[in-house]
Structures are given as structure tokens and as C-alpha cells.
T-cell receptor, first 111, second 115 residues
Framework: KQEVTQIPAALSVPEGENLVLNCSFT??????LQWFRQDPGKGLTSLLL???SQREQTSGRLNASLDKSSGRSTLYIAASQPGDSATYLC??????????WGAGTKLIIKP | DTGVSQDPRHKITKRGQNVTFRCDPI?????LYWYRQTLGQGPEFLTY????????KSRLLSDRFSAERPKGSFSTLEIQRTEQGDSAMYLC?????????????FGQGTRLTVV
């Protein structure tokens, strides 16, 4: 059974710092891995999608990496801003096309 | 097309009442998913449609829950005889398969509060 873990559960850093969020999964048989952002009480916004054959994806200040063999992904946020404050969730798509989720990392960027 | 839309955004209901939520996926997407999310947790899978066929249901989807996608377009999720434990955010997502791509796009969710 696929399990997805995100560490840390919460993170608070000063504005301007670079930071890394971690995601690990137990079964490497995945189609892809997605990183999402969720603001309080809101739905999910897809940030980056990494296909199983890819190693990384970049969008603006965000860079996500995937090491399928070790079951790990990282989300790197450069030059963090207060507007980046949100919960970040990773999810893997398995053979049945379901998304299996981590519990998220709550990120607070202090001005 | 503005993406996945869900209606209503918020619903407050008394315990024991029935509620129905609607999801309109991105028009060319053939896959539609329902998830449930409680505070501080990641979403949990409920059910999945490919076109009009319901291909998978989670054990979380008790007999009080039913989902339909009658014409392979919009979907409804009904909860009968609601209980306080049903209070959660109900999320709908859609995706299509292009080559190996299966990126899922989510609606804003329906927040259900059972009082």
C-alpha cells in the first residue's frame, strides 16, 4: 500500500530565505508526482507535475525534484515571500490513477 | 473553460438531512475524482469515474454516500442521513490522459458542516 509522508509538518522562516520541503513515498511504481498549494479553507492549486520519467520541474521560484528509486521528492522555494505562506501537499498518482497524499507542510513566511 | 467548478461552496445542514454536491470538470477531461479532506489532513480518495463509469470506490464511501456521472460530464455526490462526522471539505478533480500525463486539476471544494 502506497504511503506518502511529508516532513516537516510545519515550517516558519523569515522572508527572503530559500527553503526545501520534503516528500517521501513507499512504492516507486508511480505515474507522476504533483505538488499542490492550499490556502486556508480553499481548494488545491497544482504547482508542479513531475512525470515518473523526469527528474525535476521548474516554475518561477519553485523547483521540484523526483528520485523515484529512493522514493523522494523535494520542493525548493527560492527567495520566499509572505505570499508563499500556505500548506504545501505532495501527491503521487499510482496505477489506478488515484492520488495518494501526504498530510502537508504548513509554511509560514515571516515578513 | 475556467477549470473545475464545484457547487455549492459552503453547505450547512442539520444532522439527518440529505445533501447533494455538484462538480463540473474541465470539459475535455474524461476522468473525475471525489476526495474528502478534514482539517490538517491530506485529501482522502472517495471515488473515481472514467467517462460515465464509476470505476473505483473507497471503503470510506459508506452506503449513505452515492456518486453519479450520468452523461460523462458533470458529477453529483449525495450524502444521505448526514452525520457530524461527515463535516469536511469535499474536493472534486478532473484529469485527462495525454500520453503519460495525468495531471489532476481541482475545484475550490464544497465545505460541509453538519450541525
Amino acid at each position: 500500500k502506497q504511503e506518502v509522508t511529508q516532513i516537516p509538518a510545519a515550517l516558519s522562516v523569515p522572508e527572503g530565505e530559500n527553503l526545501v520541503l520534503n516528500c517521501s513515498f513507499t512504492d516507486s511504481a508511480i505515474y507522476n508526482l504533483q505538488w499542490f498549494r492550499q490556502d486556508p479553507g480553499k481548494g488545491l492549486t497544482s504547482l508542479l507535475l513531475i512525470q515518473s520519467s523526469q527528474r525535476e520541474q521548474t516554475s518561477g521560484r519553485l523547483n521540484a525534484s523526483l528520485d523515484k528509486s529512493s522514493g523522494r521528492s523535494t520542493l525548493y522555494i527560492a527567495a520566499s515571500q509572505p505570499g508563499d505562506s500556505a500548506t504545501y501537499l505532495c501527491a503521487v498518482t499510482g496505477g489506478n490513477y488515484q492520488l495518494i497524499w501526504g498530510a502537508g507542510t504548513k509554511l509560514i513566511i515571516k515578513p | 473553460d475556467t477549470g473545475v467548478s464545484q457547487d455549492p461552496r459552503h453547505k450547512i445542514t442539520k444532522r439527518g438531512q440529505n445533501v447533494t454536491f455538484r462538480c463540473d470538470p474541465i470539459s475535455e477531461h474524461n476522468r473525475l475524482y471525489w476526495y474528502r479532506q478534514t482539517l490538517g489532513q491530506g485529501p482522502e480518495f472517495l471515488t473515481y469515474f472514467q467517462n460515465e463509469a464509476q470505476l473505483e470506490k473507497s471503503r470510506l464511501l459508506s452506503d449513505r454516500f452515492s456518486a453519479e456521472r450520468p452523461k460523462g460530464s458533470f458529477s453529483t455526490l449525495e450524502i444521505q442521513r448526514t452525520e457530524q462526522g461527515d463535516s469536511a471539505m469535499y474536493l472534486c478533480a478532473s484529469s485527462s490522459r495525454r500520453g503519460q500525463e495525468t495531471e489532476a486539476f481541482f475545484g475550490q471544494g464544497t465545505r460541509l458542516t453538519v450541525v
